[in-house]
């Protein structure tokens, strides 16, 4: 069964420090991957996907994420975070497409001035 | 329409009682997918419909949830004898049909069962 682990709940970090968010997936063949954001009040928005070919894949808002196969891991990274990136981040993996996302349990990105 | 439209954005109701939660997808779009997020925890999902059917409704809890499509357009999860477990944003998605490569979501119904 597709499982993902985001084993951060909880980040903090200064603004224009860099970020790397992990997350680690459990899946038997070539995962699709994504990573969502939300924050409050609002829907998932999508931050970038992997379905195959180059494993550093861009996103939007200045995110990035390797796809790391040796050691099951999708990554997000960002170089230099802003504090309207305060938010939380979702993990997912889909066997097929966007078909039934299993996703992480989250992380949530708090920024200090 | 420009997104996913969810309706109401907040609902109450008390314990037993029956509620329905829509989902207006994207223009165009022929699947869409009901996921249920409680505090603290990311999406799960439900059902997922292509065109008017089902295609997967393996993650729908119990025989109290259902959810129909009947013109390939407008859902709406049907929840019977509520309880106070079923508290939780209800989120839906769309994509379209080339390769379902984005889900779209709308910004969710929070159910507060009392």
């Known amino acids: 069964a597709q499982s993902v682990t985001q084993p951060d709940i909880h980040i903090t970090v200064s603004e224009g420090a860099s970020l790397e968010l992990r997350c680690n997936y459990s899946?038997?063949?070539?995962?699709?991957l994504f990573w969502y954001v939300q924050s409050p009040g609002q829907g998932l928005q999508l931050l970038l996907k992997?379905?195959?070919?180059?494993?550093l894949v861009q996103g939007i808002k200045g995110f990035e994420a390797e796809f790391k196969r040796s050691q099951s891991s999708f990554n997000l990274r960002k170089p230099s975070v802003h504090w309207s990136d305060a938010a939380e981040y979702f993990c997912?993996?889909?066997?097929?497409?966007?078909?039934?996302?299993?996703f992480g349990q989250g992380t949530r990105l708090t920024i200090n001035p | 329409g420009a997104g996913v439209s969810q309706t109401p954005s907040n609902k109450v109701t008390e314990k037993g009682k029956y509620v329905e939660l829509r989902c207006d997808p994207i223009?165009?779009?022929?699947?869409l997918y009901w996921y249920r997020q409680s505090l603290g925890q990311g999406p799960e999902f439900l059902i997922y419909?292509?065109?008017?059917?089902?295609?997967?409704d393996s993650g729908l809890p119990n025989d109290r949830f259902f959810a129909v499509r009947p013109e390939g357009s407008v859902s709406t999860l049907k929840i019977q004898r509520t309880e106070r477990g079923d508290s939780a944003v209800y989120l839906c998605?769309?994509?379209?049909?080339?390769?379902?490569?984005?889900?779209?979501f709308g910004q969710g119904t929070r159910l507060t069962v009392v």
């Open positions: 998605a769309s994509s379209s049909d080339e390769g379902n490569t984005e889900a779209f």
């Open positions: 899946y038997g063949a070539t995962p699709y």
């Open positions: 992997y379905f195959s070919g180059d494993t």
């Open positions: 997912a993996v889909g066997a097929r497409g966007a078909q039934k996302l299993v």
């Open positions: 223009s165009g779009h022929t699947a």
């Open positions: 419909f292509q065109g008017t059917g089902a295609a997967d």
